[in-house]
């Protein structure tokens, strides 16, 4: 599906596992590299480009500089990866309309990609290595330019290897011409996890192949469950610390408005392998989009938000005060907290909030409906049956019983067949979760009708997604209509999920025509 507006109609080799093997070295000291804003060799005029190079290029809006850094954020020096030196990157914003262009500067000793999370794209600019393009090398560039035809909430990071745990990652809003809602302030958030140690050691760790650390011993306390559930939300990661637009417990970031002030505040879950659960001091939020997409308006006291996932919301500051904002990480005992402040003392809650009784998002989808009708055109149905597993013992973790080439995958059995599909069709899926962990389902390229009940297919009202966590035991079906032709990664969006196999790749292709001589 080519817009998140309506659905379009019909119109007139280096290996992926090549590719992510070369991203296991950790860079561990700084290039003395600033971040830049102009490009030289660029021109805003195109007449003077053209006379320079013979050809027609414009200057990028942004250029992000990808470079390795050492930082602490929770006391422990580790090596990581920022963009233009900061943790998340830089927020880019557009709005429909525009064109997306950006510079990409690898200032790296490895490889990288960069995939813009939620966009529809020309399959060359998703930024998948060894699928859609080849990986950027250390010491070159990309530009990436592409006409953007949706709004909404989304975020970029990279899809090389584990280089989006190191911090590689960053928020991207499309802004509406005209938005639908109207507002004092947007204000986006952007949560995410952290571990203090090299992340390519924690899966050797979790398969007993090195010495266990904290970061993969059960989560002690006081553990957050998800809303009507009794059971242990499982993990992969015992996180050390969790980060909010980059601010910690220790020194939270913070927001200024005045009480009667409305604002539209944009959740962006940019966590690697951590599910929130959302909530605002004194406040109800009222959702109007997810994943960048219009939804029937909700009230809800909290969000659970699986990964990956984005939420906008309306809140109305009541009354003057500091109010908390806490993200809770599910199936851990912590939390991280950000402030608004509306003339009063900036002070945050580090206490465990006191959630309502009115929950939106993961979990909760039956309550989300679009406003408009998301049927597809008329067109050949064709059905996928995916079914989500896992092998706890050697940490591996397929769709349909077979394992996309990652780096934690044994050549062996690195077997994932493509999945074929053509030009109109109407794909259906539907993820039948066989694990007793949630996977936060993503789909490059496209955006998907996530049914209320599944084999719905009928259902007008559909709300249109990129990313749905499926829960244990749980049936979720998914459509989407075949208008973007490409290979296209479907994958668990938690990444050692993802490392250790649980992808596939949608292969748009035509039937063979015989010819008669």
């Known amino acids: 599906m080519a817009s998140n507006q309506h659905y379009s109609k019909p119109s007139s080799h280096i290996t992926r596992r090549a590719a992510i093997a070369a991203g296991v070295a950790i860079p561990l000291a700084p290039l003395a590299v600033g971040a830049t804003t102009a490009v030289q060799g660029y021109s805003d005029d195109p007449a003077a480009a053209d006379r320079r190079t013979g050809g027609l290029q ?25 963009v233009n030196d900061q943790d998340p990157g830089p927020e880019i914003r557009y709005t429909v309309g525009d064109t997306f262009r950006v510079l990409l500067q690898n200032h790296l000793d490895t490889p990288c990609t960069v995939h813009w999370h939620g966009m529809i794209v020309p399959n060359w600019m ?163 989009q997810c994943d960048g997409n219009p939804c029937v308006p909700i009230k809800v006291d909290s969000i659970c938000m699986a990964v990956a996932e984005r939420y906008d919301v309306l809140v109305t500051i009541k009354n003057t005060g500091t109010f908390t904002l806490h993200w809770c990480a599910l199936g851990q005992s912590q939390q991280v907290v950000g402030v608004i402040n509306a003339d009063g003392d900036g002070k945050a809650n ?7 009784a009115r929950v939106g998002g993961m979990g909760h989808y039956g309550s989300l409906r679009s406003p408009n009708d998301t049927r597809p055109p008329e067109g050949p149905v064709r059905t996928f049956e995916m079914e989500l597993g896992g092998n706890m013992m050697d940490y591996l973790w397929s769709m ?16 994932a067949a493509p999945l074929n599909i053509e030009y109109g069709e109407r794909v259906r899926i539907r993820f039948t979760n066989k694990t007793t962990m949630w996977h936060p389902m993503h789909l490059h390229g496209h955006f998907y009708r996530l049914l209320a009940q599944p084999g719905k297919w009928d ?59």
């Open 58 to 82: 414009f200057k990028p809006d942004y250029v992000l500089n990808i470079e390795p850094k050492i930082t602490s954020p929770f006391g422990v020096p580790v090596g990581s990866i920022l």
């Open 459 to 517: 259902q007008r009202d559909a709300i249109l997604k990129d990313t749905v966590g499926v829960g244990p035991g749980q049936h979720v079906d998914i459509e989407f209509y075949a208008d973007n032709p490409g290979h296209w990664i479907c994958h668990c969006h938690n990444l050692y999920h993802l490392a250790a196999g649980m992808g596939r790749i949608f292969h748009y292709g035509v039937e063979p025509v015989g010819l008669e001589v």
């Open 350 to 356: 580090l206490g465990r909030p006191a959630f309502g």
């Open 126 to 288: 998703d930024g998948v290595p060894g699928i859609t393009q080849m990986p950027i090398h250390s010491r070159q560039s990309f530009f990436v330019e592409y006409p953007l035809v949706q709004s909404g909430s989304y975020w970029y990071h990279s899809h090389f290897g584990l280089q989006e745990q190191l911090g590689l990652h960053g928020p991207l809003i499309i802004e509406e011409k005209t938005p639908p809602y109207a507002y004092d302030h947007d204000v986006t958030c952007f949560g995410t996890d952290w571990v203090n140690q090299n992340p390519y050691t924690l899966i050797p760790q979790i398969r007993g192949d090195q010495p266990a650390t904290e970061a993969v011993a059960d989560p002690k306390g006081d553990l957050y469950k998800l809303p009507g559930s009794n059971k242990v939300f499982d993990v992969d990661i015992n996180y050390p610390g969790f980060m909010l637009n980059g601010g910690t417990n220790a020194k939270p970031w913070s927001f200024n408005c005045r009480k009667g002030d409305r604002l539209r505040l944009r959740l962006i879950n940019g966590a690697t392998a951590t599910s929130f659960r959302v909530a605002l001091d004194g406040h109800e939020m009222e959702i109007i």
């Open 400 to 415: 349909s019983g077979e394992y996309l080439s990652e780096a934690f995958v044994p050549k062996y059995i690195a077997d």
